[in-house]
């Protein structure tokens, strides 16, 4: 089965731009998750949807990051306007969601440097 | 609240010799524990998970954890490490909850 995709792989952009980063999860996964991982630290989970639903976007900057999940499937993550601090790899996950234990399938992520 | 601490952000071993990676937890329930790879220029990928069903967990590449309530921690282990067991690997609480990695390091 063909895993999660993420596109663009590499951006490079100067403060106070706008970007935004693709996520097509595996085909039937429920769920659906955005990470940000700065160098030298562990995945941060910024925002989990189930179906079309969020389930968690505590550690989401509101202000300036959004994200949404159309139709269920895909997903888009956006930050407008981009800080130097954003500069981390964003991850997209998947899973079935059927249980508690559920293993999350990641995407090769997506590389910005914040200029 | 749940948290997650690997005590070591480096581990180096010498090829052909075990390898321990800590990892301790915080959590006022029983959570879902995993513990995940990631090599060099590759994706996120599972080593195993505990479910509850045993304590000792068996996972990809001849790794293992045991799940240890009373300390409480779930440290990763292998008998005999390989040169391409070199990675980072990520401790995890209740599938969202991250450690900041332990890279291992192996001699040749």
């Known amino acids: 089965e063909a895993g999660v995709a993420q596109s663009p792989r590499y951006k490079i952009i100067e403060k106070r731009q706008s970007v935004a980063f693709w996520c097509n999860p595996i085909?039937?996964?429920?769920?659906l998750y955005w990470y940000q991982q700065i160098l030298g630290q562990g995945p941060k989970l910024l925002i989990q949807?189930?179906?079309?639903?969020?389930?968690?976007d505590s550690q989401l900057p509101k202000d300036r990051f959004s994200a949404e999940r159309l139709k269920g499937v895909d997903s888009t993550l956006k930050i407008q306007p981009a800080k130097l601090e954003d500069s981390a790899v964003y991850l997209c996950?998947?899973?079935?969601?059927?249980?508690?234990?559920?293993?999350?399938?990641f995407g090769p992520g997506t590389r910005l440097t914040v200029t | 609240a749940q948290s997650v601490t690997q005590l070591d952000s480096h581990v180096s071993v010498s090829e052909g010799t075990p390898v321990l990676l800590r990892c301790n937890y915080s959590?006022?329930?029983?959570?879902?524990l995993f513990w995940y790879v990631q090599h060099p220029n590759k994706g996120l990928q599972l080593l195993l998970k505990y479910t509850s069903a045993a304590t000792l967990v068996k996972g990809i590449n001849g790794f293992e954890a045991e799940f240890k309530k009373s300390e409480p921690s779930f440290h990763l282990t292998k008998p005999s490490a390989h040169m391409s067991d070199a990675a980072e690997y990520f401790c995890v609480v209740s599938e969202w909850i991250w450690g900041a990695g332990t890279k291992l390091i192996i001699k040749p």
């Open positions: 996950a998947s899973s079935l969601g059927a249980d508690y234990f559920r293993e999350q399938y």
């Open positions: 949807f189930q179906n079309n639903g969020v389930v968690d």
């Open positions: 959590s006022s329930y029983s959570p879902s």
């Open positions: 085909s039937g996964h429920a769920t």
